[in-house]
Each structure stands twice: as structure tokens, then as C-alpha cells.
């Protein structure tokens, strides 16, 4: 900002310093001009939304203490903060004429706010004042508006000049397990725009039946709620890498729902590139163990039971065979009947009363269906390790089918 006149700065000096404690209604004031007129802004999540408060009150408070003359940098640090703030929004996807829109909102709401200070003080001269201070704050203003859009188009052109091939290439590196390169971790890292240094997810999508992809393109539908991943295909299924950040892993999986016509496995959260080889594997293996075409979405600590199970075909089978036998063998109306009613005894914890509290029927009823389950099998109910057989065996025929 140019220097003013001292009797100019004089008088900032008195009518900016109140403006400091009005930093948090001036931002709220400005955020709700944004979210009411910039549909860009409302469609981000509310990390985006938290870090747009963040990022426009430094700026406010940059501003004001510029007013106050406590800047010697030669503004500096704001056409650096403009920069940042250029490039961020282009990662996030804001349009730039919504950003730029919003960098002069801050400087009207500024100014304003020093008019609404100057009328309380009723001083005479202060229009003098403020009509010299005026040219100089939007002067600054398109000056920085001016630095925002260039950081904006220069990181724009980068992500744009990432072509789905190279995106594949850095994927397939770090499923392969480059992620303990450091070279090509910070190569990554830089091309993508992706943290990898933090904790990450990894999310497995079988296609659908036509081949298709299960999810509905998952990094930008991320994206607007302020989640940086990278997708591509391995194995013929969907694969992501996402950066959690400081987000819980729920809201992500709660997103990811949202978007899911089919199965999606997701990994355990893990720290750095170097483990996202083995994410991979446990979100591929969670996939797997469920159903075709069932849109649902499950970590492998939901399903390691079943993960077990789809890892060994062989021991499963023979777990089956050996445990239920001769009851999968039965008439398809006696078995089904037979199974539900195993299933949930097994969910009463043995008890015959509460299974025939779930299945709307006699307690009776439960206890003649059980005798016949174990003449069956040759297993006994009152017997722990059989219970635990026939709850794995159960898991595996379901998943056979």
C-alpha cells in the first residue's frame, strides 16, 4: 500500500486500531455474502468452509493492520497469502471468478467497516481521509486480485496438464510399493497435489456389471469437500488413495456411500506412502467380500472374519463341508429353514427363547428345529468350538453363494 500523507496516517492510526476487534462479525458478515451469492462456496464441505473463515480473516486482519501502518514489508506477505490462496482454491476446484469476487468482497467489507468508524467519531476532515485511503485500498486490492489469478492459473495448468496416464503411472507406483521412495513419494506428491506424508486411506471398487466404474467420479465429488485423492484402475477394479488430513475416516466413508452403485472395500487408515501398498491389499480384500452389485460401503475391520475366509477358498470350503455337511444337502425348503434358525440362535448366543423371539416362533419350535441341526451335523449347541465352527461356516457358505 502506498504511503499515505502524515496527517493521513495520523488518523488511520486512531480509526483502524477498533476495527481489530471486529475482525470475527466482519468475516461472518463476509462468508454470509459469499454462501448467499456464490453457489461454489455452499457446495464445499464444511473443512473448505472452515478454512475459507480462516483464510478471509487473516486477510481482513492483514488489511486493517496495513490501515494501522504496522506493515513494513512492502506488502509482501499479502501478495504471498493472495498466491497461496490462488492456488488452493484451484486444487479445490472454486471457479476464479468466484474467488476473485470473494478477494474484493474483503476489501469492501474493509472498508466499510472504517466509513462506519470514521461517521461514530463525527471528526471533521475524515471525509478528506477516507476518500484518499478509498483509491488506495482498491488499488492494493486489484493488485493483489491480480496475484491471485495468476498463482490460480499457473497451479490450474499444472493439475490440467496431468494427463490420466501419468495419474495411472503414480498410482501404480505407490500400490506397487514405491510408496518408500522418497524421491518419487515427493515427486508424487508434488504432481498430484496430494499430501502423502499424512494419513491416507485406500478405497477398492469392483466395476460393475458392465465393466463400469462403481463410483461416479469419486476425486472430484471429494474434491468439493475438500478431500485431495487420486483414482485410477488396478486389477480391473476402481482404486483411490485418499488424504484424510485431520478428517475422521467416517465422514470420507459416509461420501463414499453416497457415490457407490456397488461393493467398496477401504483399508485401515495408515501413516505415509511407504504402507499404502498394503492398504491396497486390505481394501481389495475387503471388497471381495462382498456380494456383486450390493452398493455398500466396508472397512476391512468390518469384515475380517469374512476377509479371512475369502483369502483361503480352499480351508473355507473344507470348513463348510465339515461343519454343515450333510445340512446343505437337505431339501432346499427344510434347509433354509434349518439355516435361519441356526443364524439366529447363533446371533441369541445359544438361547432358544430369544431366537424364537426373532423368528416368531415357538421356543418349542426352536429347541426340535436345533435337535434336528445337530443330528445333522453331529455338532452340539451347548458346545463352544461347534459354535464358532458353524458362525465361520456360515459366513463361508454365504459368501460361496
Not at 40 to 45: C, D, M, N, P, S
Not at 96 to 113: F, H, I, K, P, S
Not at 300 to 314: G, V
Request: charged letters at 25%.
Amino acid at each position: 500500500m502506498q504511503p499515505f500523507r502524515p496527517e493521513v496516517s495520523a488518523r488511520l492510526a486512531q480509526l483502524a486500531p477498533p476495527l481489530l476487534s471486529q475482525l470475527d462479525e466482519m468475516t461472518s458478515r463476509m462468508i454470509s455474502i459469499l454462501e448467499r451469492t456464490e453457489g461454489a462456496y455452499t457446495e464445499q464441505g464444511p473443512v473448505v468452509r472452515a478454512e475459507l473463515f480462516e483464510s478471509s480473516r487473516a486477510n481482513l486482519e492483514r488489511a486493517v493492520r496495513t490501515l494501522m501502518g504496522d506493515s513494513d514489508d512492502g506488502g509482501r506477505a499479502a501478495l504471498a497469502a493472495a498466491r497461496e490462496v490462488g492456488s488452493r482454491r484451484a486444487i479445490q476446484g472454486v471457479p476464479l471468478e468466484t474467488v476473485l469476487r470473494a478477494y474484493r468482497l474483503g476489501g469492501q467489507v474493509t472498508w466499510e467497516a472504517l466509513r462506519a468508524t470514521a461517521r461514530a467519531a463525527e471528526a471533521p476532515g475524515d471525509s478528506d481521509v477516507l476518500l484518499e485511503v478509498a483509491g488506495s485500498v482498491w488499488h492494493v486490492n486489484d493488485v493483489q486480485c491480480a496475484a491471485l489469478a495468476e498463482a490460480y492459473r499457473t497451479e490450474e495448468r499444472r493439475l490440467a496438464g496431468i494427463d490420466d496416464q501419468a495419474r495411472q503411472q503414480v498410482l501404480d507406483g505407490l500400490l506397487g510399493g514405491r510408496g518408500g521412495d522418497p524421491v518419487f513419494v515427493r515427486t508424487a506428491s508434488e504432481l498430484l497435489a496430494l499430501p502423502l506424508d499424512g494419513r491416507l486411506v485406500c478405497a477398492v471398487a469392483p466395476p460393475d456389471e458392465s465393466g463400469g466404474p462403481n463410483l461416479d467420479d469419486p476425486g472430484a465429488r471429494l474434491l468439493k469437500r475438500g478431500v485431495r485423492s487420486v483414482w485410477g484402475w488396478r486389477s480391473g477394479a476402481q482404486v483411490g488413495v485418499v488424504a484424510l488430513g485431520t478428517r475422521q475416516v467416517g465422514d470420507v466413508l459416509a461420501w463414499l456411500t453416497e457415490l457407490a452403485g456397488g461393493p467398496v472395500g477401504v483399508s485401515a487408515v495408515v501413516d505415509g506412502a511407504a504402507a499404502v501398498a498394503s492398504a491396497w491389499r486390505l481394501a481389495d480384500t475387503a471388497a471381495r467380500t462382498l456380494p456383486p452389485g450390493q452398493p455398500r460401503v466396508v472397512t476391512i475391520d468390518d469384515r475380517l472374519p469374512e476377509a479371512l475366509l475369502s483369502s483361503s477358498p480352499e480351508i473355507t470350503r473344507r470348513l463348510v463341508e465339515q461343519s454343515l455337511g450333510r445340512l446343505l444337502d437337505l431339501p432346499a425348503d427344510e434347509r433354509d429353514v434349518l439355516l435361519d434358525t441356526l443364524t439366529a440362535v447363533l446371533a441369541a448366543d445359544g438361547s432358544p427363547t430369544r431366537a424364537a423371539d426373532q423368528l416368531y416362533c415357538h421356543r418349542n419350535t426352536v429347541m426340535h428345529r436345533l435337535r434336528r441341526i445337530e443330528q445333522v451335523t453331529g455338532r452340539s449347541v451347548a458346545d463352544p468350538r461347534s459354535r464358532l465352527l458353524w458362525q465361520l461356516a456360515l459366513l463361508g457358505a454365504d459368501h460361496h453363494r
